[in-house]
């Protein structure tokens, strides 16, 4: 999307997902989704008293069980572009210690360090300017055990490929390579310490460097 500027990008994708909360799009996971889900919440590790953020949260079927991870004494921090989205996720009726906002990941701010975990679910590829969003995820970031994490349902080949075919708006997002994410996370302060890219599972996770 070089020749979209991020906050009109921002604006097209927050329309795109509207639609898709609409159509009842994401809006639980389902018995296959479920089972991964299980595994990533195992390596993610989250423990009661923990801050957690949640960049591109949807409906909120995530913040739901990331809440239960971090229990009260925790936090979890749940954003997203899309008002439909957002819509959804406050029904769900979170306790106090989830804080729901419909706003832009780069809103969201925090004292240096504040979160000991940044967990991105099937929303990387949606960054309309990932060097810059990932600069703002690092510096909120934990340098004491903090990592960011980068999961999806699929590999990135077929991820690419279910987004080439899944509307104008998103049909050039892509997860980059193994590569030029290596770049990305480097430019913004990150270290990649583990990638799976499997037929039916990404996980990456980063560390401050
Ligand atoms: C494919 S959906 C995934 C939603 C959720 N993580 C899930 O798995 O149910 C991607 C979401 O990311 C949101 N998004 C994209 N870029 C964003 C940004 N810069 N800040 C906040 N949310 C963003 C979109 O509005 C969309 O709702």
Partial sequence: MTDVRPQDADERMAQFFDGCAA???MA???????????GF???WAITPGMRVLE???????LTAVLSEATGPTGEVVACDLSKAM??????????PHVQIRQQPISFIDRPDGWFDRIICLNVFPHFADPAMILSHMARLLSPEGGALWI???EGRDSLNEFHRHAGEVVSRHELPTSEAMDRLMTGAGLKVVELEDFSGSYQLKAVKA
Avoid: S, T, V
């Fill in 151 to 153: 999961n999806h349902f």
């Fill in 55 to 61: 960049p591109g949260c949807g409906g909120g079927r």
């Fill in 86 to 95: 957002i819509a959804m996720a406050r029904e769900r009726g979170l306790p």
């Fill in 41 to 43: 919440l195992r390596r």
């Fill in 28 to 38: 639980e996971f389902d018995e296959g989704e479920r089972a991964k889900l299980n």
């Fill in 23 to 25: 159509q009842g799009l």
